[in-house]
């Protein structure tokens, strides 16, 4: 965090860092997409203790306004939880940022890569996606 920096600028900076990010990224390299996920995931794990020490102000807070004990046991961040958001995280990032890992527009059920696969089959040639193209639908940049 920056000196004199508001939560909310904080948030901003870090949101557009990554929406900078994320473009290169797409384009990168299996390898290097892997690597990246790789490293996010150790940084949240090396931040576990900053990250519970950070949530028990949040619990402390959510107890002093008398939330439940069952939504103080939502809110409180455990190892277990931890895990379960970093592996969640990477699955969903993953399949955003993967073209093999994303619905088939035609057939939503099926990702490319079944699809691939269900070719493969069907008429028993090696088949591999070598390029493709991303259009982004209703969305502006210009004011990002």
């Known amino acids: 965090m920056i000196a004199n920096e508001t939560t909310e600028a904080l948030v901003e900076r870090i949101c557009r860092a990554a929406k900078a990010a994320a473009p290169p990224l797409a384009r990168a390299g299996t390898a ?7 490293a996010m995931a150790r940084g949240l794990r090396d931040r576990a203790e900053f990250l519970k ?7 402390a807070a959510g107890e002093a306004h008398g939330l439940s004990g069952a939504m103080i046991d939502r809110l409180r ?12 995280r990477l699955d969903k990032f ?15 059920s099926l990702t490319i890569d ?3 696969t269900e070719k493969i089959a069907k008429i028993g040639e090696r088949i591999s ?14 004011h990002a």
């Open 32 to 38: 290097a997409r892997n690597d990246a996920l790789r």
């Open 53 to 59: 020490a950070e949530n028990a102000g949040d619990v």
């Open 129 to 142: 996606v070598r390029r493709f193209v991303r259009y982004r639908l209703g969305e502006d940049d210009r």
């Open 77 to 88: 961040l455990a190892d277990k939880v931890i895990a379960q958001i970093v592996q969640g």
């Open 114 to 116: 079944a699809l691939v």
């Open 94 to 108: 993953g399949a955003e940022i993967s073209l093999m890992e994303q619905p088939f527009v035609k057939d939503p």
